[in-house]
């Protein structure tokens, strides 16, 4: 056992509230989730930053000692790798993502280079009981939520948010839908169910006024797995009912036909049943056209409104509507419109009147305050 002072620590390791030095051990256990100190061998020009626990993103440099979890990640349009069956003091792996994630790289988009090589420089320990000297392997469910197997959304409508792959606008739309749904006084909780680990997203879903936001990391989840993303989705959806919010948005991470979990997840009816109203985000015609007869074949999920990049345009969302069938509205410069739109399927707006209500009574009273004040 020895100790390390690390530069960066990973967003991915923050169910441990890791501290800046760490004590870690030669055995590693090399399984998803298990927490590693690892030394930056090599230099990149992009995608070169680390998500720390704040959110903040920091360069990350040769010679930098970080703090990761090893996982694994298959993105359609980033780095792909895996966790190796064996994992020793002076490996070489890789950091996979901005989170942290390290393991093996398999391959990736030739855009973002080749991924940063460190050196593992042994186990993070924790020591639970107080007054021993004896180190636990540290592992991101330390802290987390418990999964759960049954799902309770307690008569709250969700809004979920589906993508015709990566990058197709999901977090925008997510966003913009919080955003108009809190300056129309509706308390929101907001998560994400599927990905690779980080909480870029879900921070963004709180700075435009989520009052409760999740993601599977939380529940101790490196990536998740069609196995997973069930329990991912019913767990952070009860999480966020608990806290008795108007609505709940709810981003399902990658694409319809990726492959980390979004098909189980609506191929579960009683999670499918929870949705009040879907939301597609396309990256193109073809794709908003595909994806509308997906939901709807596949499913048996009639799409609210399709948004993204396929709608950057009038021409484009025009021909969206007449080829999907479906109303399109872009979540940058349609924002009121798309919260109308998804309101109106979710059937939000008798809370929204009551909200205005509740609001405006605040204002009077307020107000009649102020002028006894005056006098």
């Known amino acids: 056992m020895k100790t390390v002072l690390l530069d960066k620590i990973g967003s991915v390791t923050l169910n441990c509230r890791l501290p800046r030095e760490v004590r870690v051990g030669s055995e590693i256990h090399a399984v998803e989730g298990s927490v590693v100190a690892a030394r930056v061998l090599t230099a990149k020009s992009t995608y070169n930053t680390l998500e720390l626990p704040s959110g903040r993103f920091s360069q990350v440099k040769p010679g930098d000692l970080i703090a990761g979890a090893l996982g694994h990640r298959k993105a359609l349009f980033g780095y792909s790798g895996h966790v190796p069956a064996e994992v020793k003091v002076g490996d070489k792996l890789n950091i996979l993502n901005l989170g942290g994630v390290i393991g093996v790289h398999d391959g990736g988009s030739p855009d973002l280079g080749a991924p940063f090589v460190v050196e593992v420089l042994g186990q993070v320990l924790h020591f639970p009981f107080l007054g021993e000297r004896i180190g636990v392997p540290a592992h991101i469910t330390q802290g987390a939520l418990p999964i759960e197997d049954t799902l309770d959304v307690r008569g709250i409508p969700v809004v979920a948010i589906v993508g015709s792959c990566m990058n197709a606008g999901k977090t925008a739309a997510a966003c913009s839908l919080v955003q108009s749904f809190t300056h ?159 309101s109106d399927r979710a059937g939000l707006a008798p809370l929204i009147a009551a909200r205005g209500a509740e609001g405006n009574g605040k204002s009077m009273a307020a107000s009649a305050g102020g002028v006894g004040d005056d006098l």
């Open 184 to 342: 129309l006084g509706l308390r929101v909780g907001a998560g994400k169910t599927t990905g690779v680990s980080l909480r870029r997203d879900i921070l963004s879903m709180e700075d435009a006024g989520a009052r409760k936001v999740l993601v599977f990391t939380d529940l101790g989840i490196v990536t998740t797995t069609p196995n997973t993303a069930p329990q991912a989705a019913r767990t952070i959806l009860n999480n966020l009912a608990r806290e008795r919010p108007d609505v709940i948005v709810l981003e399902l991470g990658d694409g319809l036909l990726g492959l980390y979990g979004v098909n189980e997840i609506l191929s579960v009816p009683e999670i499918r049943a929870s949705f009040s109203a879907v939301v597609l985000a396309a990256s193109d015609p073809v794709a908003a056209w595909g994806g509308v007869q997906l939901l709807r074949d596949r499913y048996e999920i009639d799409c609210a409104v399709i948004t993204g990049p396929a709608t950057d345009n009038t021409a484009a969302s025009r021909l969206v509507e007449q080829q999907a069938g479906c109303t399109a509205r872009n979540a940058r410069t349609q924002a009121e419109e798309l919260a109308q739109v998804v």
